[in-house]
């Protein structure tokens, strides 16, 4: 029996590994985008969280306004104290008094629901507002600068913080 003009049925060796590798850039770019993805839900996540503490500070220092001035300084927001309230006290707590439980709590508020969560609540420069920073990572509350942001809203991906200004 003699062969002739055998025609060759299936693929070679040399199509499936071009398929594989073509296979394969296509799921890397795929685990990319999700890897991204990932990356921001988490970011925005946590700016989400940022605006809602910076909203109750907010919010903590209008019912106190008359003292404003305890809240201010970035002293005031390095090591505070334990959690504490005005219910664990005999007498009541008073308005200088609420400061210390405001300040407590708000810090709590930002370790626990931001990976390394800071506040600071300063004279806003050149205004009469007072600017109300909440940061989170490695940015530090005092370096939270809004010029990084740009006209669309994006940031830097090195800083992680939202400053609310607002005028007691």
């Known amino acids: 029996m003699e062969l002739k003009n055998v025609s060759q049925w299936g693929v070679s060796l040399i199509e499936v590994l071009v398929a594989m590798l073509i296979l394969g850039i296509g799921v ?50 390095q090591n505070v104290a334990a959690w504490t309230s005005c219910a664990d006290r005999a007498s009541p707590c008073g308005e200088a008094g609420m400061v210390n439980v ?45 010029s990084q942001y740009t006209n669309s809203g994006s940031t830097d991906e090195d800083a992680h913080c939202v400053e609310v200004e607002f005028i007691p």
């Open 102 to 146: 405001d300040i407590t709590q708000i810090n709590h508020m930002a370790t626990t629901m931001l990976p390394n969560g800071k506040v600071l609540i300063e004279n806003c420069p050149n205004s009469t507002a007072v600017c109300v920073v909440v940061a989170w990572g490695e940015t530090a509350a005092a370096d939270c600068d809004q």
């Open 28 to 77: 890397m770019g795929y685990a990319a985008v999700q890897l991204n993805a990932v990356k921001l839900t988490e970011e925005t996540y946590s700016r989400s969280q940022a605006m809602a503490i910076a909203q109750d500070a907010i919010e903590r220092l209008r019912s106190n306004v008359a003292q404003i001035d305890g809240y201010l300084g970035s002293d005031k927001w």
